[in-house]
């Protein structure tokens, strides 16, 4: 099956207006003698041929203007879509869907931006400052009008679906799911591709319940769930298609090096491993290696692309929950050290300045735990972190004194970042000196008396207690999302 779009612009246009302009034109009267004076009918057969010609052109330009826009639209639709998801469920505290990446959204917004400028511009869209071609043969195209025109017309029509995969995956049906299919495709064949090509869950539920409506009873309850499951095994090979293409594969697998990896995407879902391969070959070969360094398989396709989705989600659970926190913390004024997408770098995640002056020093545990027992930023590393971070803040103000030599920074930073270093140095002091059993009480006095905070926040998880120890320290926890059950993406 496939789904060619023909609109027949052509037919709308007047053969009087052809006729006419065919009159005015110097090209097209020296093309009308040339072509009568060749002929046995003359004159006529000439001016049937030009108004032929002009009207299958017509068409022909007019599709791929078309299709280009209506495939826009589509495309459209499902980003507006996976955007609303996202954000819906982000806005309300929840975790990144399923296979999303953090930087899913940023694409998305940028996708979106890039079709509806392309939608204004649909030549430019379709071929950019290229010439306009309608056929990769020009001979072959001009024979094929010439056969159209002596047979009296007929359809033609350019298209890039994956038609031999879609036919592969029907071939490969159960002998009652083809039957099913083409009882649907003799009485709605228009309604029936529609539900085979839509997008997301959403789209795919109403244009299955349109073809079943379409239908109106002439198939059995059996047949209709044969044909359900048929149209999603066709839409799911259409995407594959669309998705990756055999030619688009192979030049991903020629760029990966490692013979086992090569095996693993050649094998791989579309969804996960091969996108992969295609976007961001380097990370696919970082990931492979610690997963092999971890022990996994060489030969372990299913495990490495667990592996991969385990660390694309937690990966983005974290970015989610420092960002999150970032925008929820109202008592901080100013932050020093904002969210990145850098999750997975020691150090601190968030420091802030407070209404009242005080420094906040954050660690965001956005995970699935109830309860953080270590929080090793803001206790065994942290005078490391305290003083790594106040060189770079003060790295950052000697930047930009280069770059402008009038600026001069908030004395409300300068001083945040002095009581940071004081800090740091009396902290280490007391891990080099007294009781074991005291420490914990002293450091907290240390931070106390230089105003300094230690926080734990919980954006995205269910984090809503600390050790005592952890207590002891300073330590306290700030929820700043409301977990939310994540429903279905509208992905397949």
């Given at each position: ?9 052509g037919?709308?246009?007047?053969a ?6 065919a ?12 072509v ?82 392309e939608?204004?511009?649909p ?10 071609r ?55 064949p ?25 239908l ?33 594969l ?44 971890r022990?996994?398989?060489?030969d ?33 004024e100013l ?26 020093l ?20 942290l005078?490391?972190n ?26 409300r ?17 007391i ?11 002293r ?29 002891d ?20």
């Amino acid at each position: 099956m496939t789904g060619p779009r023909r609109f027949r612009a052509g037919r709308f246009l007047d053969a009087a207006a052809v006729h006419a302009a065919a009159d005015a034109n110097p090209r097209l009267r020296s093309f009308l003698r040339t072509v009568a004076a060749h002929s046995e009918a003359g004159e006529v057969r000439s001016r049937r041929l030009l108004e032929h010609l002009i009207r299958r052109i017509v068409d022909d330009v007019g599709d791929l203007h078309l299709n280009n826009a209506l495939n826009r639209l589509e495309r459209v639709a499902v980003l507006r879509d996976n955007i609303a998801v996202i954000l819906d469920h982000v806005l309300e505290g929840g975790t990144l869907p399923d296979g999303v990446r953090v930087a899913t959204l940023g694409e998305y917004f940028d996708q979106l931006n890039t079709e509806m400028r392309e939608l204004s511009r649909p030549r430019d869209g379709i071929v950019g400052d290229a010439p306009l071609r309608l056929a990769d043969d020009s001979a072959a195209y001009a024979d094929s009008l010439l056969r159209e025109f002596d047979a009296g017309g007929g359809a033609a029509g350019r298209h890039t679906e994956p038609a031999a995969i879609v036919g592969d995956a029907f071939r490969a049906m159960p002998a009652d799911r083809q039957a099913a299919l083409r009882r649907a495709a003799e009485v709605e064949p228009a309604a029936l591709w529609r539900a085979v090509a839509a997008e997301g869950e959403g789209g795919k539920r109403a244009a299955v319940a349109d073809l079943e409506t379409r239908l109106g009873g002439r198939l059995t309850p059996d047949e209709l769930a044969r044909l359900r499951t048929a149209v999603d095994d066709l839409g799911r090979a259409r995407s594959r298609g669309l998705q990756v293409s055999e030619a688009r594969l192979a030049d991903a697998l020629a760029r990966i090096g490692d013979a086992d990896l090569r095996a693993v995407v050649a094998g791989g879902d579309v969804w996960l491993t091969q996108q992969l391969a295609l976007h961001n070959p380097e990370a696919l070969s970082t990931l492979w290696r610690r997963f092999r360094d971890r022990g996994g398989r060489a030969d372990d396709g299913p495990g490495f692309r667990a592996y991969l989705r385990h660390d694309m989600v937690t990966y983005g659970r974290g970015v989610l929950g420092e960002y999150s926190a970032a925008f929820s913390l109202s008592s901080i004024e100013l932050f020093l050290k904002g969210p990145d997408a850098n999750v997975k770098v020691a150090g601190t995640d968030l420091v802030g300045i407070g209404h009242d002056g005080w420094v906040w020093l954050i660690d965001d545990k956005s995970h699935r735990a109830a309860s953080v027992g270590g929080v090793s930023a803001l206790t065994d590393n942290l005078v490391t972190n305290l003083r790594r971070d106040a060189a770079d803040f003060r790295d950052a103000i000697a930047r930009l004194h280069r770059d402008d030599p009038g600026f001069t920074a908030d004395p409300r930073i300068l001083d945040a970042i002095s009581r940071m270093e004081d800090a740091a140095a009396e902290i280490d002091r007391i891990n080099r000196r007294g009781s074991a059993s005291t420490r914990p009480a002293r450091i907290s006095a240390a931070l106390a008396e230089r105003r300094l905070r230690l926080r734990v926040t919980s954006a995205a998880g269910e984090v809503r207690e600390i050790t005592q120890a952890l207590r002891d320290l300073g330590l306290a926890v700030e929820p700043t999302g409301t977990p939310v059950p994540l429903p279905p993406t509208g992905g397949r």
